[in-house]
């Protein structure tokens, strides 16, 4: 169990201990579980993409993901509300901007493949994830990442090229 340091606020038992946890709290199940729950969620947001481009523009899309998004991570905010320094705002900004970039990149993709196709894609977050690791945490590239990345971007290779990847 992750202890609750003096937080004020509304309590949600042990959902709020594993939502709450931080890095030096956690331990590999915890970390991994959080990352299947947003595995899952993002799929299925990438099914629900798909299914509803046929109706509504990507932009609409978009907008109403990241309004639907502000409105719900905005509840907890009373208990957690941090004033960022000027140099944050400046990060967050430019994190939004990127991010509604992805997102209309991610929306248009999942619009015009079918889900399964493009799923191999999805692993280049890990690819990713690893070298911004190298490059700002100066965490080591084991043999296994490498061998990972590669065979991501051989997935990634014969996703492309398999027919049928577009409608």
Same mark, same amino acid.
């Given at each position: ?8 606020? +509304?309590?949600?038992?042990p959902a709020? %201990? ?5 890095? !030096? ?16 969620? =993002? ?13 509504? +523009? ?5 907008? $109403? #993901? @990241? ?8 509840? +907890? ?8 320094? +000027?140099? !944050? ?9 990127? @991010? ?20 191999? =894609?999805?692993? #280049? ?6 070298? $911004? ?14 061998? &990972? ?6 997935? &990634?290779?014969? @996703?492309? %090229?398999?027919r049928?990847?577009?409608?």
């Amino acid at each position: 169990m992750i202890p609750l340091r003096g937080r004020t606020g +509304p309590r949600f038992g042990p959902a709020d %201990r594993l939502l709450t946890a931080t890095a !030096a709290d956690t331990n590999l199940p915890q970390g991994a579980l959080l990352v299947m729950a947003a595995e899952f969620m =993002f799929v299925s947001m990438g099914a629900s993409i798909r299914m509803v481009s046929l109706e509504i +523009p990507n932009a609409s899309i978009v907008f $109403y #993901f @990241a309004l639907i998004g502000t409105l719900g991570t905005s509840l +907890p905010l009373p208990w957690y509300w941090v004033t960022p320094t +000027p140099q !944050a705002v400046g990060w967050l900004l430019a994190i939004g901007l990127l @991010a509604t970039l992805g997102q209309l990149l991610l929306t248009r993709g999942l619009s015009l493949a079918a889900a399964a196709r493009v799923g191999a =894609f999805g692993f #280049f977050a890990v690819v990713f994830g690893a070298f $911004y690791g190298w490059l700002f945490w100066d965490e080591l590239l084991r043999w296994t990442t490498l061998t &990972g990345a590669l065979l991501v971007i051989c997935a &990634g290779v014969a @996703a492309g %090229r398999s027919r049928g990847l577009c409608k």
